[in-house]
């Protein structure tokens, strides 16, 4: 096995009791190793060279066309790149504005708010999710975030925070961050400890399966589902069953295979949604059991109509699941909205 | 509420000690070598040191020791000083063939591969923990760890059930 092999060439690596002492005496406010410094000034010449190289030769080009050649100069070169960058604290496009309010460094962690306002409609509220659309160039190494930090219902304005840290001890203050969006989520749905109203007792063999290959997975006993079953075998999905009401996700199938209960969601155009949401069962005394593993699988990438599936399994043998009540928290998002976003501003030392 | 510490600050001895080995074994898988895993070593308990940051229970601090360990070795791997500088020969030496095997098998892969790998297999964590602490979305993990896997079982001709 793999694992085994692996952990015995790994029982062998550790730092040797030297290293480990030095940091020890670090800890204890001793200084660490004087190679360590001098290594860390060399790092700094070399770098400051190739800096100031970078920024004679693409200081005429930058001067020209800054925009255009912005991605591919931050991918070579963060620091080059926004320095470069010019200072632009709002952003309107698709009715929307996007302002940054402040951007100080406080303590180790620079914190910055940006405000969205709809200012022609209502597609910002209070559930505003940029997902996985936004990005944060910063020219330094380190950490970062962004959170949804309030929402103003009177403006329609949406306020959030962006977190950065560990940057490793330099001095960041006037170092430029530009933060960029691409689109958001909003008008979402919780549906918390929502019963699904249907007899376990009666929940049948699968009488037809697949095999399919999955695209993600998760649950406590995943690992052993990745080891073992490479390619799971997974319910062939019915017609959506009325027993889930919620919109946007749809209940396809619940039937054991190979003694473990396995129940399936399908969810349309994922990608414009980020509709998503989980099963658990409830004994009688109100304790929660949740899934062993779960999988999903798409039924293709490529066109439109694309669908996933979502499939939890239940270690809980049939005899048994009488015992207990199907239950579900689910998240759905009513409207997503696209646009182009875009700030970049100087980090400040707060005083 | 704001959460606590779970060790005072007297204790930093007893949380080096305790982590000391996922950071270096960490670093290890990804940079392939003990010269670089040293210099990760100290960075990463230089900030702990330094920063003292506070959190909610051991799987937070443990994931915290998971991600500096990460963006330390990518930003050894990405520096001025390391593009310019020749790596010194490896001279570690394994109880066995098969670890020495192993170990070229696995410098073989791209870091990020191995990271996922060590993380996954050594580690123990499931690829949305991974996903979580490596801020990546959980189909990349999953997806870098099937590719590790089919290109280990190439390497490997076989050998090994991966």
Not at chain 1, 19 to 24: G, R, S, W
Not at chain 1, 145 to 171: R, S, V
Not at chain 1, 278 to 302: A, C
Not at chain 1, 313 to 329: H, M, N, T, W
Request: glycine residues 6%; negative net charge.
């Amino acid at each position: 096995m793999f694992k085994e092999r692996y952990s015995h060439m790994n029982a062998q690596i550790q730092p040797s009791a030297q290293l480990l002492q030095a940091v020890l005496n670090a800890a204890y406010g001793s200084n660490l190793p004087k190679s360590r410094n001098a290594l860390r000034l060399k790092r700094s010449a070399v770098a400051l060279t190739a800096l100031c190289i970078c920024l004679t030769l693409a200081m005429p080009a930058l001067a020209a066309t800054v925009a255009p050649i912005y991605r591919l100069m931050y991918l070579v070169s963060p620091g080059t790149a926004q320095f470069f960058m010019p200072v632009q604290t709002s952003s309107e496009d698709n009715g929307i504005k996007m302002e940054v309010v402040s951007a100080y460094i406080h303590d180790e962690t620079a914190e910055i708010y940006v405000t969205m306002q709809d200012l022609t409609g209502d597609r910002i509220d209070g559930t505003t999710d940029l997902f996985d659309s936004y990005s944060i160039n910063r020219p330094f190494d380190s950490a970062a975030h962004c959170e949804l930090a309030g929402y103003k219902e009177d403006t329609k304005t949406a306020m959030f925070l962006i977190t950065i840290d560990e940057w490793g001890g330099q001095n960041i203050a006037g170092d430029k961050i530009t933060f960029s969006v691409g689109g958001f989520l909003s008008h979402k749905s919780r549906y918390e400890s929502l019963e699904i109203p249907i007899r376990l007792s009666d929940i049948p063999d699968a009488e037809q399966t697949q095999t399919v290959s999955p695209n993600g997975g998760g649950g406590r006993d995943n690992e052993g589902y990745l080891e073992f079953e490479k390619n799971p075998i997974a319910l062939i999905p019915a017609a959506p069953m009325d027993v889930l009401s919620v919109d946007g996700i749809d209940l396809t199938g619940i039937a054991y295979i190979d003694g473990k209960l396995h129940i399936q969601t399908a969810i349309k155009e994922p990608l414009d949604n980020d509709h998503h949401g989980f099963f658990y069962l409830k004994d009688k005394t109100g304790t929660q059991i949740d899934g062993n593993y779960s999988f999903s699988f798409s039924n293709q990438y490529e066109q439109p109509g694309r669908i996933d599936y979502h499939e939890y399994v239940f270690d809980i043998p049939r005899e048994k699941l009488a015992e207990y009540s199907l239950y579900g928290d689910f998240v759905t998002s009513g409207m997503k909205t696209e646009g182009k976003w875009q700030v970049t501003f100087p980090l400040k030392d707060a005083e | 509420m704001k959460p606590q510490s779970l060790r005072g600050e007297d204790c930093a001895e007893e949380v080096i000690r305790v982590y000391s080995n996922l950071v270096y074994r960490l670093a290890f898988a990804r940079t392939g070598t003990t010269y670089d895993a040293d210099e990760i070593f100290q960075e990463v308990f230089l900030r702990y040191i330094k920063k003292r940051p506070v959190f909610e229970n051991e799987d937070h601090r443990k994931a915290w020791f998971i991600k500096v360990t990460v963006n330390c070795s990518k930003k050894l791997w990405g520096s001025a000083w390391k593009r310019k500088t020749v790596p010194l020969a490896e001279n570690l030496v394994f109880e066995t063939k098969e670890d020495t095997d192993l170990y070229n098998e696995l410098q073989k892969l791209p870091p990020k591969y191995r990271e996922v790998i060590h993380l996954f297999y050594y580690e123990d964590l499931s690829t949305e923990e991974i996903a979580r602490v490596l801020e990546r979305k959980s189909a990349t993990v999953r997806t870098q760890l099937t590719r590790a896997r089919v290109l280990l079982k190439n390497l490997l001709k076989e050998e090994y059930d991966v």
